[in-house]
């Protein structure tokens, strides 16, 4: 029999080290954001299903739906923020300048991103709205740096696409839905004979060009050999000349960049330059982005759209902070010196619990620190 406190697959408690480490990052994060004008909003977890999932069937398939008990209209919990954010530039900010957005928030879904992850992510991102040119996915892309210097991961490397590629070569193509869909996966696969299969009906030059896309990844030098493989379409043309200008504005980022022409993740509701964060070790990618200019048409206001967004759950599961919660052990008392040492500590930072028990065992209490009077009778903290 199953016990009742159980909880789902694929969902999980976060204990008390974890909670901490994940909380100090997003402080961390979201105080990063702030001081490059980004705005903080809080989406709500639930909204009608025709508001969430306005960016395509994958999303629709990932939300948890109820039924409103108030209006009988069918609502979602929530299964990515980016959405509800570009909502609220839409109908609630209304500005038509640029505005630059920030969130931070559980998310949760149906089924997980990989067998390793959670249903209930922790979504951190930012989002800039109303500028189309490089300059806009240039700083997202400075701030999505400075993030990973935040956390603290080593040799992170962003893998860049421009999905104008991927789209040109099948304009005209008119495959199905479900046909695109395997395609998607054939390449993410990187599986040049499963292209090959399905792409049998779609002229020569374009279904050659789909099969050379599967084999260019790798550093700046996959543009250059893209520029004599690929078609010279004008919009081809000009998606490899903006990754050339992105190649060149980063150099002096000191971070690795990589290219992979064959990612056309998320090309349901991306145009335009796509990106992934991998690190050392890990699976899956840590940070996904991207321009999406026409998310707004589905709460009918297209704006000019980039940003990124991470998984904070997964990121502290990854890359473990190894400090363990502790705090300093304080004996009973209402003595005013001994209340006054206790506060003015914890207006230092420092986390000071009373010893209910009464016998200042430290350990019992997660402690590693009492506070304790010297020979002086004042008070000290001593490392046990």
Sequence with gaps: MMNQWTLPDYVEDMLPDEAVYLESLRRSILDLYQTHGYLYVIPPMLEYIESLNGNGQDMDLDTFKVVDQLTGRLMGVRADITPQVARIDAHLIQNDEVTRLSYAGSVLRTKPASFLQSREPFQIGAELYGFKGIEADLEIQTLLIKTLSTIGIQNPVIDFNHLDIFTSL????????????????????????????????????????????????????????????????????????????????????QIKVSYDLSDIRGYQYHNGLVFSVYADQCYSPIALGGRYDNIGASFGRNRPATGFTMDLKNIVTLFPNGKKAKAILAPQGSERDLQNAIESLRQQGETVAIDLFGDMNAKQNNCDRILMQDANKAWKVKTV
């Design 170 to 253: 099948i304009a005209s193509s008119n495959m199905e839905r479900d046909q695109l869909d395997l395609l998607y996966q054939a390449m993410q696969k990187k599986d040049k004979s499963e292209v090959i299969g399905l792409t049998k009906s779609l002229d020569k030059k374009n279904r050659d060009a789909l099969i050379e896309l599967v084999s260019l990844y790798g550093d700046v030098n996959v543009l250059k050999e893209a520029e004599k493989l690929l078609p010279q379409d004008q919009a081809i043309k000009s998606a490899l000349q903006f990754l050339n200008q992105l190649d060149q504005a980063l150099k002096n980022n």
